[in-house]
């Protein structure tokens, strides 16, 4: 799980260089579809790893992701700090969230 997370970053830094890069869209497009072809399994693997655990014990970002699950827009707000921004983007790698 961890290598798909590290996956999907080099894809969308090489989609960010070059948006027509069909090799890294398709890419990008395998890797998710890898990661979340099966939703609880993905969940799963990512309780396992220490990382994401602790992302999910720290009560700053469970306030956080209550409000953006009650508030869709406080999403915007909250990425505006990167250190929040690592912790949402490496919750979305694991399959834990999904932004809609």
Avoid: C, F, W
């Amino acid at each position: 799980m961890q290598e798909a997370g590290k996956a999907m970053s080099a894809y969308e830094k090489a989609l960010e260089i070059d948006p027509n890069n069909a090799e890294a869209s398709e890419g990008y497009k395998q890797t998710m579809m890898t990661v979340y072809s099966d939703p609880e399994e993905a969940r799963k693997r990512a309780m396992g790893n220490p990382e994401i655990q602790s992302i999910l014990r720290d009560p700053a970002m469970r306030l956080i992701l209550e409000q953006m699950q009650n508030d869709p827009k406080a999403l915007q707000e909250h990425l505006k700090n990167p250190e929040v921004a690592e912790k949402i983007q490496k919750l979305i790698e694991s399959g834990i969230i999904a932004i809609r």
